[in-house]
């Protein structure tokens, strides 16, 4: 699945849910230590899990961050949206 965020320095989040969990993260752009460890943490976890770690977090005073639009990724991911 791929996801456009908003808001972040990343461009685009790829991402494939098998068996309600989170595989193969990838982040176009970004702050490239920080997105591949997001990616790393993640990979295996509940999409459940990942959502509730995730969302909310913030980077400075955008009011989201790339954690937080891949929560968004994954939230709009499971109710069908994406």
Same mark, same amino acid.
């Given at each position: 699945?791929?996801?456009? !965020? *908003?808001?972040? /320095?990343?461009?685009? @989040?790829? &991402?494939? @849910?098998?068996?309600?969990?989170?595989?193969?993260?990838? &982040? $176009?752009?970004? /702050?490239?230590?920080?997105? *591949?460890? @997001?990616?790393? $943490? @993640? %990979?295996?976890?509940?999409?459940?899990?990942?959502?509730?770690?995730? %969302?909310?977090?913030? /980077?400075?005073?955008?009011?989201?961050?790339? !954690?937080?639009?891949? =929560?968004? =990724? $994954?939230? *709009? =991911?499971? %109710?069908?949206?994406?």
């Amino acid at each position: 699945m791929t996801y456009k !965020p *908003q808001g972040v /320095c990343s461009q685009k @989040i790829d &991402f494939d @849910i098998v068996d309600g969990k989170v595989r193969n993260v990838k &982040f $176009l752009g970004g /702050c490239s230590g920080n997105t *591949q460890g @997001i990616s790393l $943490l @993640i %990979e295996g976890m509940d999409v459940s899990d990942a959502i509730s770690r995730l %969302e909310g977090v913030q /980077c400075g005073f955008k009011g989201t961050s790339c !954690p937080d639009q891949l =929560a968004k =990724a $994954l939230k *709009q =991911a499971t %109710e069908g949206n994406l």
